[in-house]
């Protein structure tokens, strides 16, 4: 009898083990790629994955895709210390949940970062074996937040050039995952390569003309170019002061968002972020909003996307993108034109205000006997970097440094403000929330093309006025295979604003699409 009864009870429990077990059994596996930083931590909370377990699955991607496979060739080099960072985490989480905003989400970082215990070598031989005692002001911020720096990302020598991604830190170009043979843009296109190909969560690349916004619309991303001042570029390695801005890039608008909202702020070590406070605390995170287009006016930049060499075909994917606005809600101002922009120039035969020269031997002379270069003259001298980049070298290297008091920067600094005053004018005269433009008027061209049209119109507005701009995907080309983006620019301090736009549109069109290139691991 007690056989019986000992037979009845194990089958009750088996069968009640097996009700309570049903929920996680049922319950979706997680899939790595693609994944946004709310589907990872959503994952976490269900008990369906582990730090570790997401570590470990990125790391195999880059071991199936980086070097191997279609060889993207984005990474540098991956933290071998990201393991046991995951494991802490886990054990954190198991003890208090998440630890902040970005817990555990694996980021891709460009390698002109500052990060302790990494080897940061602006993409250039003459600088390899420097690790920085201290990270770079974004570094430190997100790790703060939770995140885990899983590896160091390739990028064009110095931040040179916005058209491709090739260095002498790292043998080879880096690769467009929408199709290999096509060049990532430049500076930051090892960043938005691993990015678009699901080797890191997010990422963070610098832009000085375009190297955050350029690679973003190659590789179908989102990237944020903030204000000048509302973002900290310590401990990034110049390219120049005046223009510099390091942020975010990731596959979605919210994740973007995510990132930014943690590597705002006033910085000591960075002057130009004195004017932050005045414009924080803001919830960038409440500027999601799905209808976030109704109500809203855009002016059609014509004038930074409309030449000779312009492709018929981004202009039609760009004009279906406006329709697409206006479904959503905007009144569309087309054309928005800045009046007199011809006349504003800086004067010719002027000499560079603080060029690269004044900047990177500024950076070099701070940073003492930890850098194996204290000079430009140094680097020229070493002949160690990628002979793309020795003619521009050579000319900073013979030209004036021309410092914050000379009369190249008195004028610079006026130019500056033409800009911006006809650029204000013109938004304020329209009552515009916003302008738009194609980020590129050109296909992403051929690895080692340097002879057909580029297509880059980011240089000029944003970076000179110091004003915010976000790209964001807005359709392919060339057969539905090369990504292109749509850029939304505005005054200054109006990131929310743009946010808004960004993420509305984003949500009405859903572009994005991973690369065929780098599927889903078994």
């Known amino acids: 009898m007690l056989g019986d009864?000992?037979?009845?009870?194990?089958?009750?429990?088996?069968?009640?083990?097996?009700?309570?077990?049903?929920?996680?059994?049922?319950?979706?596996?997680?899939?790595?790629?693609?994944?946004?930083?709310?589907?990872?931590?959503?994952?976490?909370?269900?008990g369906r994955l582990t730090c570790r377990g997401l570590v470990e699955g990125y790391l195999a991607r880059i071991s199936a895709f980086d070097k191997n496979g279609p060889a993207i060739n984005a990474i540098v080099l991956t933290n071998p210390e990201s393991l046991q960072q995951a494991d802490e985490l886990d054990h954190r989480f198991a003890a208090h949940g998440l630890t902040g905003p970005l817990h555990c989400i694996p980021m891709i970082v460009k390698d002109n970062f500052e990060t302790i215990g990494l080897q940061s070598a602006n993409g250039s031989l003459s600088l390899a074996g420097f690790v920085s005692a201290k990270d770079a002001f974004q570094v430190k911020r997100v790790k703060e937040a939770g995140a885990i720096v899983l590896a160091k990302s390739n990028m064009?020598?110095?931040?040179?050039?916005?058209?491709?991604?090739?260095?002498?830190?790292?043998?080879?170009?880096?690769?467009?995952?929408?199709?290999?043979?096509?060049?990532?843009?430049?500076?930051?296109?090892?960043?938005?390569?691993?990015?678009?190909?699901s080797l890191g969560a997010v990422g963070l690349g610098s832009?000085?003309?375009?190297?955050?916004?350029?690679?973003?619309?190659?590789?179908?991303?989102?990237?944020?170019?903030?204000?000048?001042?509302?973002?900290?570029?310590?401990?990034?390695?110049?390219?120049?002061?005046?223009?510099?801005?390091?942020?975010?890039?990731?596959?979605?608008?919210?994740?973007?968002t995510a990132v930014f909202q943690v590597i705002v702020g006033e910085d000591p070590a960075d002057p130009v972020t004195a004017a932050a406070p005045g414009h924080l605390p803001q919830n960038f995170l409440a500027a999601l909003v799905k209808d976030g287009l109704k109500g809203t006016r855009i002016g059609i930049l014509r004038q930074a996307y409309e030449r000779e060499t312009t492709d018929p075909e981004i202009v039609r994917i760009f004009m279906r993108a406006v329709a697409d606005l206006r479904e959503g809600g905007a009144?569309?101002?087309?054309?928005?034109?800045?009046?007199?922009?011809?006349?504003?120039?800086?004067?010719?035969?002027?000499?560079?205000?603080?060029?690269?020269?004044?900047?990177?031997?500024?950076?070099?002379?701070?940073?003492?006997?930890?850098?194996?270069?204290?000079?430009?003259?140094?680097?020229?001298?070493?002949?160690?970097?990628?002979?793309?980049?020795?003619?521009?070298?050579?000319?900073?290297?013979?030209?004036?440094?021309?410092?914050?008091?000379?009369?190249?920067?008195?004028?610079?600094?006026?130019?500056?403000?033409?800009?911006?005053?006809?650029?204000?004018?013109?938004?304020?005269?329209?009552?515009?929330?916003?302008?738009?433009?194609?980020?590129?008027?050109?296909?992403?061209?051929?690895?080692?093309?340097?002879?057909?049209?580029?297509?880059?119109?980011?240089?000029?507005?944003?970076?000179?006025?110091?004003?915010?701009a976000i790209q964001v995907p807005m359709g392919y080309s060339l057969g539905g295979r090369l990504p292109a983006g749509i850029t939304f620019f505005g005054r200054a301090w109006s990131e929310a604003v743009l946010i808004r736009l960004a993420y509305a549109y984003e949500q009405t069109t859903l572009h994005r699409r991973p690369p065929e290139a780098t599927p889903p691991l078994r």
């Open 331 to 468: 009144a569309i101002v087309d054309p928005a034109t800045v009046d007199g922009l011809d006349q504003i120039r800086r004067p010719q035969g002027m000499g560079p205000c603080r060029g690269f020269k004044y900047d990177i031997n500024e950076y070099l002379a701070a940073h003492g006997d930890r850098v194996p270069m204290k000079s430009l003259t140094d680097i020229v001298k070493s002949g160690l970097f990628h002979p793309s980049v020795r003619r521009q070298l050579e000319r900073s290297e013979e030209g004036p440094a021309n410092g914050p008091d000379s009369a190249e920067c008195k004028a610079d600094a006026a130019y500056r403000d033409q800009l911006r005053i006809a650029v204000v004018r013109l938004m304020d005269t329209l009552k515009l929330d916003a302008l738009a433009y194609p980020t590129w008027s050109n296909p992403p061209r051929l690895i080692g093309d340097l002879n057909t049209p580029h297509g880059d119109n980011s240089q000029l507005f944003s970076p000179v006025t110091g004003f915010p």
């Open 207 to 256: 832009d000085t003309g375009n190297s955050i916004r350029g690679p973003s619309s190659h590789q179908a991303l989102v990237g944020i170019r903030s204000t000048m001042g509302l973002t900290s570029r310590a401990g990034v390695m110049p390219l120049s002061f005046l223009a510099d801005i390091a942020g975010p890039m990731a596959r979605t608008v919210e994740d973007a």
């Open 156 to 197: 064009a020598e110095w931040a040179f050039t916005p058209y491709e991604t090739v260095s002498s830190i790292l043998p080879g170009y880096t690769k467009n995952p929408y199709a290999p043979d096509r060049v990532t843009a430049g500076s930051s296109g090892g960043t938005a390569a691993a990015i678009a190909a």
């Open 5 to 46: 009864e000992m037979r009845i009870l194990v089958v009750v429990l088996a069968s009640l083990l097996a009700t309570l077990a049903a929920p996680a059994q049922n319950a979706p596996a997680f899939q790595l790629q693609e994944a946004t930083i709310a589907q990872i931590h959503a994952a976490m909370r269900d």
